[in-house]
């Protein structure tokens, strides 16, 4: 194998794939990246046998089709550092050559015959979803999975399809996130679980700059999403994905219209002095504003107030700032509404057109 | 060599702190607990008691007895950080500390005798030394054995210190009432009296079998052995308790999946109440299953809140248990731990969850509430009184 190639866009496709391969494996030939040359091009491909994601280089020249496979760490690095414009890699039995300007790398490889295969992917399910908007789905939902040791580790998003919406929803048992978009295609419903991986891999992936939707076929254990000629696959997760739609709030007592930033900024202001064994941020709702409060013993208190447009009895309910930090940040609507009842049940933000942020209080306060 | 074993035992531990803290509130009824609608009371200062206010009671009752008290909310934190001071009181008089609770220790100080003098000369130092770090007044018994220093200790308070010497437990126990015997309740007191048993003495004179007959042969052997002043139960240190266990053998191999949840819900519902006595909360569940002859599994969760909830940890424990057993498959033991222990109580600010059927009916209040009156029948009536429906 023998191409010629931009660096540039060489370390780009790179970067999307050399992510996957695993630092550690009872089988190392995965902590390579395959690259194979053919007459139509360069393609790179890396798995995990969980995950695997295949990218186009672009600005290529094939002098001499054929596979060869480079080790993901020392790659990637080296073409950080190289700044030359063009690169020739060629593979000759056992090793890589990286030819640049400045000087030559020679990699010691295994061979690309013992790389296991891509996996066959069964046809199933197929929509189409704008891809800008997936991405901020996957921003706006993956931080509210739990991905530490807890009883709601679930480490994936429920991606829902359901009379042609697609609703993506995250919970770590304490908080969910929803957010939901149109799609074209099937009218087929389906429910699976994504490994979060999968999504931030492909987040990496696609750009959001793509005038092409985003396609993304669920057959009975997989995942595939394609863009562009990149094409990335994943495992399903069997976890039970609690019943999540119970949770949310059908009706409230008080309705309170906040202004995003506002908030945000305050809420950043008393969390400061929220510290001890759980952070906690006190609002209380009354009239035409909010009282922001938080306390830490043996520190201090914070005390700040800001204005609002309340509907309702309004009344006193306590949050960790940080898990309501996390979804403000993610907003892009000037003003969010809040739905509460009491200091006990959970509270609805309404922080998109379609994206719902539900948060449970913290008791005791 | 005869021991010598103190009972130190804080004076309405958290009325108190609540006094010291706000000089408005000394002399007058102070109810520390839940304020809320379902609110139970945590302690009532002396003032209080003499309207009959007690633990556990719900805080509705306890504001119609006596309108005027002061009721104020917990502070854990605030508790907590007394009982550390207290508790390097007791430290530097004996490496044998067994604490109770964050207001309750056992000191076993008999090593200690040649560097600081007597069982009285140490209780007095405790005192003292209590006193001038915290403000607060602490009432001590000094015995041979646990039993007699914990009925001591609780004989004049407030501020007591009641000394048992070696050789008069006899004495002293014999014209106590029966319902100072450890582990006799209500239901027990009154088969004893049924007997015509009324005082210690009685209980140590009637024949063992008769005694026997009427409240079973184990306990039967236990009271009289206490009536006797006879208590082997050494002082167990447990520095920094890391972990509550409870672990079960069993003498035949459990094999049915129902036997084994319900003793799985046993061993957390008393994991759950070790730790609602000593007033922390568990973040990481711990099960451990024995398939014969010596395989042993562990499995470990961590919550999503810090709990001391029996029907949370059963729930984890039950889902452990689950994943590390297939159905059907003998076991030879069990144990349940709560791990990761963090100061609790009622008015610890606690993230709520989403999907967490937490005590009864989801409600944590209603839980917690159930919890306290579970754990008070239990004080009461023993161990085997009431139970969760299984």
Not at chain 1, 81 to 102: C, F, V
Not at chain 1, 311 to 319: A, D, K, Q
Not at chain 2, 108 to 133: H, Y
Not at chain 2, 350 to 373: H, I, K, S, T, W
Request: hydrophobic fraction near 40%; proline fraction near 6%; charge should be negative.
């Amino acid at each position: 194998m023998k191409i010629l190639c931009d660096r540039q866009q060489l370390q780009e496709a790179f970067t999307v794939v050399g992510g996957i391969p695993p630092l550690k494996t009872p089988k190392p030939v995965i902590q390579s990246v395959l690259m194979d040359a053919t007459a139509d091009g360069v393609t790179l491909y890396a798995t995990d046998l969980e995950i695997s994601a295949k990218v186009p280089v672009d600005a290529v020249k094939v002098a001499e089709p054929g596979r060869t496979l480079l080790p993901a760490r020392e790659t990637s690095a080296l073409l950080r550092e190289l700044s030359d414009p063009t690169l020739t890699l060629s593979g000759q039995e056992g090793r890589t050559t990286i030819d640049a300007g400045t000087g030559s790398f020679v990699l010691v490889s295994n061979d690309p015959s013992q790389f296991p295969a891509e996996p066959e992917f069964k046809q199933g399910v197929e929509v189409e979803v704008p891809v800008r908007e997936f991405l901020d789905m996957i921003r706006r939902t993956s931080f509210a999975a739990a991905r530490e040791e807890t009883r709601y580790a679930i480490n994936g998003l429920l991606l829902e399809l359901k009379d042609g919406g697609a609703r993506l929803i995250g919970t770590d048992g304490r908080r969910l996130a929803l957010c939901y978009t149109e799609h074209g295609g099937d009218a087929q419903n389906s429910r699976v679980v994504i490994p979060i991986r999968a999504l931030q891999a492909l987040s990496k992936a696609v750009s959001d700059e793509s005038s092409e939707p985003l396609r993304i076929s669920i057959s009975s254990n997989q995942i595939r999403f394609a863009l562009d000629g990149t094409e990335l696959i994943s495992q399903l997760l069997d976890n039970r994905f609690p019943e999540y739609e119970q949770v949310i709030p059908k009706a409230a007592d008080s309705t309170i219209e906040i202004e995003r930033e506002h908030l945000e900024k305050n809420l950043r202001r008393v969390a400061i002095l929220s510290s001890g064994e759980v952070r906690m941020v006190r609002f209380k709702f009354e009239g035409s504003e909010v009282k922001l409060s938080a306390e830490s013993s043996g520190i201090g208190r914070a005390d700040l107030s800001m204005g609002i447009e309340l509907n309702g009895p309004g009344g006193s309910i306590s949050f960790n700032p940080d898990f309501l930090l996390d979804a403000l940040k993610v907003s892009d609507r000037e003003l969010v509404r809040i739905d509460m009842t009491d200091d006990s049940t959970p509270a609805k933000f309404t922080l998109g057109d379609s994206y719902t942020y539900i948060l449970m209080p913290i008791s005791g306060s | 060599m005869v021991r010598t074993v103190l009972h130190a035992d804080m004076d309405a531990f958290y009325a108190s702190v609540e006094q010291r803290d706000d000089p408005a509130l000394r002399g007058r009824p102070v109810v520390v607990g839940g304020l809320g609608r379902r609110g139970v009371v945590s302690t009532a200062s002396y003032e209080a008691r003499k309207f009959g206010i007690r633990s556990a009671m719900p805080i509705g009752e306890a504001r119609r007895r006596c309108p005027d008290a002061v009721f104020v909310r917990p502070r854990m934190e605030v508790y907590a950080a007394v009982s550390a001071e207290i508790r390097a009181v007791f430290d530097a008089c004996t490496p044998l500390v067994e604490p109770l609770s964050l207001d309750e220790a056992f000191l076993d100080v008999t090593g200690s005798r040649a560097l600081l003098g007597d069982g009285e000369a140490i209780a007095r130092r405790i005192q003292a030394e209590v006193r001038a770090r915290t403000g607060l007044s602490v009432s001590v018994g000094v015995a041979t054995t646990k039993f007699v220093a914990k009925v001591a200790s609780d004989l004049h308070k407030p501020a007591g210190l009641t000394v048992v010497s070696p050789g008069t437990e006899q004495a002293f126990l014999d014209p106590l009432p029966v319902r100072r015997l450890w582990g006799a309740g209500p239901v027990q007191q009154e088969r004893l009296l049924a007997l015509g048993l009324e005082t210690l003495r009685d209980v140590r004179e009637v024949p063992l079998a008769a005694l026997a007959q009427r409240v079973g042969a184990a306990a039967a052997e236990r009271f009289q052995q206490l009536a006797r002043g006879i208590d082997l139960r050494p002082v167990e240190p447990d520095r920094d308790a890391k972990s509550i266990g409870s672990e079960r053998t069993f003498d035949e191999d459990l094999t049915a999946d129902d036997d084994v949840r319900r003793v799985v819900g046993r061993l957390a519902a008393e994991v759950g109440r070790r730790l609602r006595a000593a007033g922390i909360v568990a973040r990481t569940v711990r099960v451990k299953v024995r398939f014969p002859p010596f395989r042993t599994l562990t499995r470990q969760v961590r919550l999503t809140a810090a709990t001391d909830d029996d029907v949370v940890l059963a729930d984890a424990a039950l889902e452990l248990c689950a994943a590390a057993r297939a159905p059907g498959e003998p076991v030879r033991l069990l144990g349940v731990t709560a791990a990761d222990l963090v100061p609790g109580g009622a008015s610890e600010p606690r993230q709520l969850g989403l999907f967490e059927q937490e005590g009864a009916a989801g409600d944590p209040e209603r839980g917690r509430r159930l919890n306290a009156a579970l754990d008070a029948i239990r004080e009461r009536f023993g161990d085997a009184a009431i139970r969760r429906g299984e």
